[in-house]
């Protein structure tokens, strides 16, 4: 009779000693921005309500798979949004594209005045390009600076 008592006994305080621990907690936050939790409550502190059911060790591993899974798509999503050129990208942008502006008008000044055109080869040769490759060259330069002149 004595052990059903002690069983009884021991059984209400294991469960009210959960409850127990499941008190109060507070969180404040102090003024260089540090945020505290305590079982008193202190000026400016909110009441904070703790779940203290307890953990099954079964679901635990899935549970925590579940968070690294969503810390990591949250990391991808971050990593793969567009990023906000700096001041110093978008300087260094417009000095090279003023530098090939300039470098393409020249070439298209120059391929205007020139009646013939050519390339150098492997041994240093000049090959004159025919019409049609000098309308497509005159043409792909124009294209460039459209592209870096507007």
Same mark, same amino acid.
């Given at each position: 009779?004595?052990?059903?008592?002690?069983? $009884?006994?021991?059984?209400?305080?294991?469960?009210?000693?959960? +409850?127990? $621990?499941?008190? /109060?907690?507070?969180?404040? +936050?102090?003024? =260089?921005?540090?945020?505290?939790?305590?079982? +008193?409550?202190?000026?400016?502190? *909110?009441?904070?309500?703790?779940?203290?059911?307890?953990?099954?060790?079964?679901?635990?591993? !899935?549970? +925590? @798979?579940?968070?690294?899974?969503?810390?990591? *798509?949250?990391?991808?999503?971050?990593?793969?949004?567009? /990023?906000?050129?700096? @001041? =110093?990208?978008? *300087? !260094?942008? !417009?000095? =090279?594209?003023?530098?090939? %502006?300039?470098?393409?008008?020249?070439?298209?000044?120059?391929?205007? *005045?020139?009646?013939?055109?050519?390339?150098?080869?492997?041994?240093? =040769?000049?090959?004159?390009?025919?019409?049609?490759?000098?309308? #497509?060259?005159? #043409?792909?330069?124009?294209? @460039?600076?459209?592209?870096? %002149?507007?």
């Amino acid at each position: 009779m004595h052990t059903r008592i002690a069983m $009884f006994v021991m059984t209400l305080a294991i469960t009210a000693g959960g +409850t127990l $621990f499941a008190g /109060q907690v507070y969180k404040w +936050t102090d003024d =260089e921005g540090n945020v505290y939790y305590s079982d +008193t409550p202190v000026a400016n502190a *909110q009441s904070v309500a703790i779940d203290s059911r307890p953990t099954d060790p079964k679901q635990a591993p !899935a549970e +925590t @798979q579940a968070r690294a899974d969503a810390q990591a *798509q949250k990391a991808e999503d971050a990593a793969s949004a567009p /990023q906000e050129p700096t @001041q =110093e990208e978008l *300087q !260094a942008e !417009a000095r =090279e594209r003023a530098e090939n %502006c300039t470098k393409y008008k020249e070439r298209q000044l120059q391929f205007a *005045q020139s009646r013939r055109i050519y390339r150098m080869d492997e041994d240093g =040769e000049r090959v004159y390009y025919d019409e049609e490759e000098m309308a #497509a060259t005159r #043409a792909r330069v124009a294209e @460039q600076v459209n592209e870096y %002149c507007n």
